[in-house]
């Protein structure tokens, strides 16, 4: 016996459980019910696909024009991460050029989609109230186009707000949670374009 009393290290720093705010969760549950929905809406366009008896038909569908305002969806996921990651790392110019480009491309994707229903309605007389397909096909996408427009308007008042300095990487919540929607109405949108676009026409 020494007396010296023998030591045990430190056992490990147990990690904190990450939890979801209340925010997160009702974006959550706001993207589970926005799932149904469109669910209902693609499901229905699907039934009735090859159901009228006169045209026009989806055979009328630009996919030139359409694919090229999916780029531009598409390519604004990508935007929008980085200007997250810009915001988290500090830098306020990269957050503004990403975050300007994400709201440029949603722009674009609705002046498209805009071009197409004008083209449509004046060249094929295809309207809402027509057939079937029109009654489906404008829904769907009309919708679609209206969660975009809400997508747009909401990240222009984000952006207004950071150029008032009230968003930070600190308090970036809302910045997360519209990248959420974003992304969720990017991921729709393709499946919107498999079924009307190509599935079936």
């Known amino acids: 016996m020494t007396g010296e009393m023998t030591t045990f290290p430190a056992p490990p720093p147990v990690p904190q459980e990450r939890r979801l705010s209340t925010y997160q969760w009702g974006m959550i549950t706001f993207l589970v019910s926005e799932v149904a929905f469109f ?6 366009y699907v ?11 989806p055979a009328i ?5 359409v694919v090229c305002t999916t780029i531009c969806l598409l390519a604004s996921s990508g935007t929008i991460h980085l200007a997250e990651k ?17 709201i440029a491309l949603g722009v674009l994707f ?23 397909f029109g009654t ?18 909401l990240m ?21 949670l519209t990248s959420w929607y974003w992304h969720f109405v990017d991921v729709v949108w393709v499946v ?8 079936g026409r």
């Open 136 to 153: 489906t096909y404008y829904t769907l996408v009309g919708f679609h186009a209206l969660h975009v427009t809400a997508g747009v308007i």
């Open 86 to 102: 810009s915001l988290s790392a500090g830098s306020r110019s990269g957050f503004f050029l990403w975050w300007s480009a994400t």
């Open 61 to 65: 569908l630009s996919l030139p024009l």
């Open 156 to 176: 222009s008042i984000i952006l207004a707000l950071a150029a008032g300095r009230q968003i930070t990487g600190n308090h970036s919540v809302g910045v997360q």
């Open 39 to 44: 669910s209902t809406l693609i499901v229905t």
């Open 192 to 199: 919107v374009f498999t079924v009307v676009y190509l599935i």
């Open 110 to 132: 609705l002046l498209g989609t805009a071009y197409e229903w004008n083209d449509l309605i004046t060249h094929d007389g295809l309207t809402i109230s027509r057939n079937l």
């Open 47 to 57: 039934i009735y696909i090859g159901k009228d008896v006169s045209g026009p038909t």
